[in-house]
């Protein structure tokens, strides 16, 4: 918006142009996408398996690295590496009752870290040294399951802290676990070498397990719970890589966007996104009902093994690649966004009431001049009275130097 505003004075020849520009910032809040992706500059070039967000951080945690295999970030686009209570195999991690989870499928009776803020973490004692491949939150307990340690393949626990073990449904390789609706659903596959054979199981408390059939004999790897619909990938299968279900107990197959090897499927802002590990181009996917799903590019070839929804942006982490093993797709963060929005509307309001600040005292000092051109001219004659003689001839009037004589045909006057 331009306001252009004119004010003229005059006292003899006097002419004044005000002109002002005001100027409205207006803050773009482009709603997370999925659809066009960004490359990210990991904290390092660890084996990123699996990212989450909680609290206003992201975190991710590696299989591989020394010292530093958990990363955070307050926007998904700077990272921080950050101290793993052990240099364990950490395969996921997860956010619930203000504190982050992480599970490993290596070490000695402390496959399970905690952490308040993401920052400092500290060993915790699992229920058995089982393949720990994946914990969620829901309902108040933390639940994890495993790839082996049959039948003590899930362990649950109210803080975090301390675990129990629980039998699941049958020796299988449990590879992915969410809650949604009241419902703790697991997914996985057959530890049968190659011949996959779908698996599903749910719980209501997480604790009492019953098997379900899969929509397919795939190797799932992923499963998450959105909009009223639970959706699960696969690493396997011809077309049919996706499945989904409205209570977790039947299962649809579903029509994939390419037969990549889809390992993480995410649920944010009304999309679903799943990213890959395999492909050309086209590591990612997208869908807005988990049934119709389109091919997207991703930001590199990676292998990217988790993908993650939290304050306005998707991010995705990767196995591999040279220092891009993070991807995000949206905007800024949402809390980030928000103080840049609050920081630019201060600084327009300050900037405005400056400018409104000047306006006036310029309109004031502008209203002074005809005053001060009135002054200028009494003084005139008054200094014209102090120091000269008026002489008067009819209607004309001279003056001379004060004690001359008047013009011929002029009369003094006093």
Known sequence: MVGLRKNYFHTGVIAVVISSLFSVSVVSQAAADGITWTSRTSAADNQWYSVTYGNGLFVAVSTSGTGNRVMTSPDGITWTSRTAAADNGWISVTYGNGLFVAVSDTGTGNRVMT????????????????????????????????????????????????????????????????????????????????????????????????????????????????????VAVSATGTGNRVMTSPDGITWTSRTSAANNQWYSVTYGNGLFVAVSQSGTGNRVMTSPDGITWTIRTSAADNRWLSVTYGDGLFVAVSWTGIGNRVMTSGVIGLTARTTAAANAEAARVAEAARKAKEQKELMEILALIPSIGELTLSLG???????????????????VTKGAKCPKWYVKKK
């Open 115 to 230: 952490s308040p803020d993401g920052i400092t973490w500290t060993s915790r004692t699992s229920v058995a040294d089982n393949d720990w491949y994946a914990v969620t939150y829901g309902n108040g307990l933390f639940v994890a399951v495993s790839n082996s340690g049959a039948p003590n393949q899930v362990m649950t626990s109210p803080d975090g802290i301390t675990w129990t073990s629980r039998t699941s449904v049958a020796d299988n390789n449990w590879y992915a676990v969410t809650y949604g609706n009241g419902l703790f659903v697991a997914v996985g596959a057959s530890p049968d070498g190659l011949n996959y054979i779908g698996r599903v199981m749910t719980s209501p408390d997480g604790i009492t397990w019953t098997s379900r059939t899969a929509a397919a004999d795939n190797g799932w790897i992923s499963v998450t719970y959105g909009n009223g619909l639970f």
């Open 381 to 399: 004659e008054t200094t014209q009275s102090l120091y000269s003689t008026k002489c008067v001839k009819g209607k004309t009037t001279k003056y």
